[in-house]
């Protein structure tokens, strides 16, 4: 029974052995097998994936893209992944556009590889360099993306594009006036700022995946602009058609920035935007937007609208087409306001502005505004800016809130409505009105062509103190001038303006009326004045230069002694033509000069003055008198010394007093007297002593001396020396000296 069992267990050892040794022998060469197929099979894998796999990638990259791509070496690999070193996608001749990547990682999946011989892609950059340039007609991207991936035993599809650490820089395209003239026609002609500054955003990240058959293409982005704020940007872009709808989310975002890279209806320049807005882009159309941006100390420009609006704050709603402003304050030029209303890209303007108050310099500088003199005060104003993009109109009303200056009078109230038609560049004002501090009333309305430029304005002036005006000029008239009426015209330009007033004064001392024509301030014309004096008229012209004034006058029937002092036999009309001029400095006899010639109905008979001067306060003239009676003269001659004189005389004086005693006078004369003639010459007249030589032509001597006796009465012929004071009789006496007569 032992002995069984041992051979037993002899026979189950030596059958283990031998299972041992096959199995042990068995199992190396299957390892070795094994070995050999898996380093075979990473050699073919590995080779695959370089020769083939990596290649055909690229291949198929370039075609979808349809531009070159350049991929770098295989780093990694795996059953689901590709790893590639520095790869690029090159700027082209057409195309400016690159990218440069430290690296891509391409994920697939490997049974898409096996049953449909399919790769489907999905395609990581790793830290790109993205250079994108707008180009002519707009767009960011012009790459377009072919249809069909590639042919061949392997195809590829490019499922999504990822990036990771970005930095992208943009370079929008400085024509874009031109492309919003091809957009939309009402926006023709909005030239903003060229700009070629680039737009540069740093930490970009998202993805972007192609749909329909590499029609369709859907991206979520999202990035820190490298001047401060960040950018989301989710949306979905068609290839053919050009057609976008992108959604943008701003947060501090300069504004410039956003009008480099994004079409808006309007210009923003500087500061800061924070903004939802929802794009619809579409080929040869106007960019339809929904949602808000606010404002913060922003720089926006109109199309149309000359200057920006400054330091802007406040919420921008876009609706469409239509962009409407809430409150938002803001400064045109250095014009501040309030501004509310809508801006529509295909209807026009309708904003409203509250203007609480601006200097008129100010309003003068931004509106570049020339006025023909100088202009102060401070002015508020409610604003409408209507009608349609190219063509608005703007319009509104002004009024003081300061009292104001024109020139040298001030105005204690202003008002007026204005209108500015961008069309063809012309300001209108209407219902101005004018309140001078000293009094009146101004009334008017004008235009103002801003390209030429060109002015015209008609005004009416009631009720002015001209007294009053005198003054603030700097000028004392030593007559009244009253209240003054008038009507004014200024045409011409802002810098050579004309200025037509047609003027009256009817309550001044001497009432007058005439017309002023101003050239420039320094340049005045007088023309068509009349002035009622004495009774009588006198019509002049005139100029005034710097402060310089010189007139031409004509006086008809003015009665001196109305005037001035005179003796009562030339308290008579006056009539003459006078050359005059003084400064404005002072209108005293003293200051003006004169020169002329005139003529009196004096004592029955005339007499002419010619070669008439006045300068310094002391007149000169040269007289004719004819058939004047000299009793009139000289009421206290005797009677038989009575008769018509004729003669000419010089004569001079000071116009302190006209007075016989401040005459000087030389000249000669013939006397009918006593039934003969008497020759006078050699006169002289000095501080009211006179004398002469008289020369006696058959007077009856008895008529001259009535005290002679009989026998010596006769005619008397000769010649005689004779002096007097005025107001002594010419007698014997102690006042008089005679001397006997000459043989």
């Known amino acids: 029974m032992k002995k069984s069992c041992d051979r037993n267990q002899t026979?189950?050892?030596?059958?283990?052995?031998?299972?041992?040794?096959?199995?042990?022998?068995?199992?190396?060469?299957?390892?070795?097998?094994?070995?050999?197929?898996?380093?075979?099979?990473?050699?073919?894998l590995w080779n695959f994936v370089n020769q083939q796999l990596a290649p055909l990638v690229e291949k198929n990259l370039?075609?979808?893209?349809?531009?070159p791509v350049s991929l770098g070496k295989v780093e990694n690999f795996s059953l689901l992944s590709l790893q590639f070193g520095a790869s690029s996608i090159p700027a082209t001749t057409t195309d400016p556009d690159r990218i440069s990547v430290a690296g891509v990682e391409v994920t697939f999946d490997p049974l898409q590889l096996l049953f449909n011989r399919t790769l489907k892609l999905d395609v990581t950059l790793?830290?790109?360099?993205?250079?994108?340039?707008?180009?002519?007609?707009?767009n960011w991207i012009s790459t377009t993306i072919g249809s069909q991936e590639g042919s061949g035993p392997l195809k590829t599809e490019l499922n999504k594009?990822?990036?990771?650490?970005?930095?992208v820089v943009l370079v929008p395209n400085i024509n874009r006036d031109q492309r919003s003239a091809v957009k939309d026609q009402n926006l023709a002609g909005f030239q903003p700022t060229p700009n070629k500054s680039r737009v540069a955003f740093a930490q970009v990240n998202?993805?972007?995946?192609?749909?329909?058959?590499?029609?369709?293409?859907r991206y979520d982005l999202n990035g820190n602009s490298v001047t401060g704020g960040t950018l989301d940007l989710t949306g979905e872009s068609r290839f053919k058609t050009q057609a976008s709808n992108l959604q943008i989310q701003a947060q501090n975002l300069l504004a410039s920035d956003i009008t480099r890279i994004v079409e808006l209806p309007l210009e923003l320049r500087s500061g800061r935007v924070d903004g939802n807005l929802n794009i619809q882009l579409r080929q040869n159309l106007a960019p339809v937007l929904l949602g808000t941006a606010n404002l913060k100390a922003v720089t926006v420009a109109f199309p149309q609208v000359p200057q920006p609006f400054f330091n802007s704050h406040g919420i921008l709603s876009f609706q469409g087409t239509q962009i409407r402003l809430?409150?938002?304050?803001?400064s045109y030029g250095k014009i501040p306001g309030i501004v509310s209303g809508v801006v529509d890209t295909t209807s026009g303007y309708n904003i409203a502005a509250r203007i609480p108050a601006v200097s008129v310099p100010d309003?003068?500088?931004?509106?570049?505004?020339?006025?023909?003199?100088?202009?102060?005060?401070?002015?508020?104003?409610?604003?409408?800016?209507?009608?349609?993009?190219?063509?608005p109109i703007l319009s509104g009303s002004v009024v003081n809130t300061k009292p104001g200056r024109v020139d040298r009078v001030k105005f204690s109230n202003i008002r007026t409505q204005f209108t500015y038609s961008t069309a063809d560049a012309v300001v209108r004002f209407k219902d101005i009105q004018a309140t001078p501090t000293v009094g009146g009333e101004i009334t008017g309305a004008g235009t103002i062509n801003l390209e030429q430029p060109k002015l015209a304005f008609d005004g009416v002036a009631r009720n002015i103190p001209g007294d009053a005006i005198a003054r603030v000029y700097g000028a004392s008239p030593q007559v009244k001038i009253g209240t003054v009426s008038a009507k004014v015209n200024i045409s011409g330009s802002p810098t050579k303006p004309k200025t037509v007033v047609n003027w009256q004064a009817a309550g001044a001392t001497y009432p007058a009326s005439g017309q002023v024509i101003v050239t420039n301030p320094q340049n005045w014309l007088f023309?068509?004045?009349?002035?009622?004096?004495?009774?009588?008229?006198?019509r002049g012209s005139g100029q005034l230069i710097n402060n310089r004034w010189q007139a031409k006058l004509q006086a008809t029937n003015v009665q001196l002694g109305q005037l001035t002092q005179v003796p009562l036999a030339l308290q008579v009309p006056v009539s003459g033509t006078f050359n005059v001029s003084g400064t404005t400095a002072s209108f005293q006899p003293e200051t003006i000069r004169a020169t002329g010639l005139g003529r009196l109905n004096v004592a029955g008979g005339t007499v002419t003055a010619t070669n008439i001067q006045l300068n310094q306060g002391r007149w000169q003239t040269q007289l004719q008198a004819d058939n004047v009676q000299l009793k009139q003269i000289l009421p206290e001659i005797p009677p038989q010394y009575q008769g018509l004189l004729t003669g000419r005389f010089n004569v001079s004086g000071t116009t302190a007093s006209f007075q016989p005693e401040t005459i000087r006078a030389t000249g000669l004369g013939r006397l009918n007297v006593a039934g003969g003639t008497v020759t006078a010459t050699n006169i002289q007249l000095n501080q009211g002593r006179w004398q002469t030589q008289l020369q006696a032509n058959n007077v009856q001597l008895k008529q001259i001396l009535p005290e002679i006796p009989p026998q010596y009465q006769g005619l008397l012929s000769g010649r005689f020396n004779v002096s007097a004071r005025r107001g002594c009789a010419i007698k014997p006496s102690p006042c008089e000296k005679r001397t006997p007569p000459v043989a």
Request: aromatic share 8%; net charge positive.
């Open 363 to 391: 309003a003068q500088k931004t509106l570049n505004l020339q006025f023909p003199v100088p202009v102060a005060g401070e002015l508020k104003a409610d604003v409408q800016l209507t009608g349609p993009i190219l063509k």
């Open 126 to 138: 790793v830290n790109p360099n993205v250079y994108i340039e707008q180009d002519q007609q707009g």
């Open 206 to 217: 998202g993805f972007g995946q192609f749909l329909e058959n590499n029609e369709l293409i």
């Open 11 to 44: 026979k189950y050892n030596s059958r283990r052995r031998l299972w041992l040794l096959i199995l042990s022998r068995t199992g190396i060469a299957i390892g070795a097998l094994s070995v050999v197929a898996v380093a075979f099979s990473s050699w073919w």
């Open 527 to 538: 023309r068509n004045t009349v002035f009622n004096v004495a009774n009588g008229t006198v």
């Open 161 to 167: 594009i990822r990036v990771r650490n970005a930095d």
């Open 326 to 330: 809430d409150n938002v304050q803001t």
């Open 62 to 67: 370039t075609q979808t893209l349809k531009r």
